[in-house]
């Protein structure tokens, strides 16, 4: 999944921007959601706060109630990995930005081959995510993405037939093998029951008396075997 998230108080900003996204996406079949705001409102602070996933900022410097560096000097705090594009009328700021060291992507006067660089930029972030260590394959014609730090925990439903890849958002049923999936991860999940693979970077503890896993979303699962156990607490 890739997620958008679109701040400008210009609606026809917003609207073009969002246009130049569903174009590019509709031709790669890559899952993607956009969010779009016309100020850093509270629903925009909700969606900035949430762990989503391969997030892409476009950010209005000027809004009415906030500035747009200020709100990625905050989103920095936390998160260093979403790319943050700034869109903006004042050309002049781009000093100010390059200097707050912010690691944006690039920085889009609108007044100045507008769609032509939003589109270079959206094609350019699509390319850094898709170097990230991923999980990346191909399910009922849907491309997902999905950054292996940000998996949980993966379980196989033997009722619907698929693997549920869970993390701390969302949950993925995708009609892959637990097997092909712990190849993709190139050793970044183990087994900690044969119907379960692990993230043993998000895991908290392990009860070996009850075989249970806490993660560090305050999650559990009970999916611990005697015959992947060693393998699965080898980091805790």
Known sequence: MINFIVVDDAKEITKQVETIINKIMMTNKF????????????????????????????????????????????????????IIIF????????????????????????????????????????????????????????????????ILYITHDNVERKCLIKTPNRVYKVGKTLAELYEMAEGSLVYSHRACLVNEERIIKVDKKNKCILFDNDETIYLVSDNYKKEAVRKC
């Open 31 to 82: 899952e993607y959601k956009t969010y779009v705001f016309n100020d850093y409102d509270d629903e925009f602070n909700k969606i900035s706060d949430e762990q989503l996933i391969n997030k892409i900022y476009f950010l209005d410097i000027e809004t009415k109630s906030a500035s747009g560096i200020d709100v990625a000097r905050k989103i920095r705090k936390t998160d260093l990995e979403s």
């Open 87 to 150: 869109i903006t009328a004042h050309e002049e700021l781009g000093t100010t930005i390059i200097k707050d060291q912010l690691m944006i992507l690039t920085f889009i006067c609108k007044f100045d081959d507008f769609e032509k660089r939003v589109k270079e930029a959206t094609v350019k972030s699509l390319s850094y995510i898709g170097k990230k260590k991923v999980i990346k394959f191909v399910d009922n014609n849907a491309i997902y993405i999905i950054p292996l730090k940000d």
